[in-house]
């Protein structure tokens, strides 16, 4: 299947700073990528719809403002996760829209904020 | 997307076939079935699709209901490494537009040895 990567694989960072996860695919061009994120024991829940060169659409409860995703290019997407405070340390999954709509998914991110 | 159910958890003996259920009443009639699993701490990984028709890849077979309203997904010979939580997506229209994942609890797939 496709090969989607996210870096980092895991993060540190103090309250109040920013955070960027960037996902790419690494063997196909995808239109569409998604961000998730999940919180222990509990199913992935979607964030965002990231199209490549538009705005991001953000699932109702997701601020915009704290959650910035840019897809400047066909193969790579970014999440900034600005002014990070403890309940954002979730683990933050990144997708590919597939060409027969299936996704691929990135091995995550686990950010923690202290 | 339609709403799925699946059982919260299975075992299989490894090296037996492992067939998981999930019932898809409200698909209509241009949504697919997705399956997805999740290995503990790593991202979800796509197992196989259908519409009508049973499927069949290297990873596992689909088996759809004439009525639509329910499928079934096989591995045909389960190891260890298929241990993880097993999502039935449907209501999914691929000819559509970009829409994401709505993931439900899935079950938990436990292979013995």
């Known amino acids: 299947g496709a090969v989607v990567s996210q870096h980092p694989s895991r993060v540190i960072c103090k309250s109040g700073t920013s955070v960027k996860i960037e996902c790419r695919s690494l063997?196909?061009?995808?239109?569409?990528m998604f961000w998730y994120r999940q919180f222990p024991k509990q199913s992935l829940m979607l964030m965002a719809t990231?199209?490549?060169?538009?705005?991001?659409?953000?699932e109702q409860g997701v601020e915009k403002d704290k959650f910035l995703i840019n897809h400047a290019s066909l193969t790579l997407s970014t999440l900034t996760v600005t002014s990070a405070h403890p309940e954002d340390s979730s683990f933050y999954i990144c997708?590919?829209?597939?060409?027969?709509?299936?996704?691929?998914f990135g091995p995550g991110t686990r950010l923690t904020v202290t | 997307d339609a709403k799925t159910t699946q059982p919260p958890s299975m075992d299989c003996a490894e090296g037996r076939a492992a067939n998981l259920p999930c019932n898809h009443s409200t698909i209509s009639g241009n949504e697919y079935v997705y399956w997805y699993r999740q290995i503990h701490s790593q991202g979800p990984q796509y197992i196989i699709h259908g519409l009508k028709n049973n499927e069949t890849n290297e990873m596992a077979s689909l088996i759809i209901t004439e009525d639509r309203k329910s499928s079934t997904l096989i591995l045909p010979h389960a190891t260890l490494r298929d241990t993880a939580v097993y999502y039935c997506?449907?209501?999914?229209?691929?000819?559509?537009?970009?829409?994401?994942?709505?993931f439900g609890k899935g079950t938990h797939l436990i292979i013995q040895p």
């Open positions: 997708s590919a829209r597939g060409p027969r709509y299936e996704q691929y």
């Open positions: 990231s199209n490549e060169g538009s705005k991001a659409t953000y």
């Open positions: 997506i449907g209501g999914l229209n691929s000819g559509g537009g970009a829409d994401g994942l709505t």
């Open positions: 063997d196909f061009q995808a239109t569409t």
